[in-house]
Nanobody, 126 residues
Framework: QVQLVESGGGSVQAGGSLRLSCAAS????????MGWFRQAPGKEREGVAA???????SYADSVKGRFTISQDNAKNTLYLQMSKLKPEDTAMYYC????????????????????WGKGMLVTVST
């Protein structure tokens, strides 16, 4: 069973930065894609950023220009560099991965991925 373990969450003031990490229990190069999701209180889980095995990244409009996703296959770790944070970025953040491409998972912005981390809280205060 694949395990994804997130770290790096916490509290930060608006305008600040955080880097999230996600360590995978197997080679990240085995996945078709990996991504980050978030869920704010009372809202649905949404895809924030995704990266494919070809290195191509995609982002939700709400984070474009502020968040950067990257993957280090030598360390089997996925990252999310978040800058210019806003209070509305406050949410539980989840790492996710998909084994293969499918019509339901064209990218890892889709919620139909195969594996999920347990999530961690990011709080942005004013």
């Amino acid at each position: 069973q694949v395990q994804l373990v997130e770290s790096g969450g916490g509290s930060v003031q608006a305008g600040g930065s955080l880097r999230l990490s996600c360590a995978a229990s197997e080679y990240t190069s085995n996945f078709y894609c990996m991504g980050w999701f978030r869920q704010a209180p009372g809202k649905e889980r949404e895809g924030v950023a995704a990266i494919g095995s070809d290195g191509r990244a995609s982002y939700a409009d709400s984070v474009k220009g502020r968040f950067t996703i990257s993957q280090d296959n030598a360390k089997n770790t996925l990252y999310l560099q978040m800058s210019k944070l806003k209070p509305e970025d406050t949410a539980m953040y989840y790492c996710a991965a998909a084994r293969d491409y499918s019509d339901y998972v064209p990218t890892c912005l889709s919620p139909f991925v195969d594996y999920w981390g347990k999530g961690m809280l990011v709080t942005v205060s004013t």
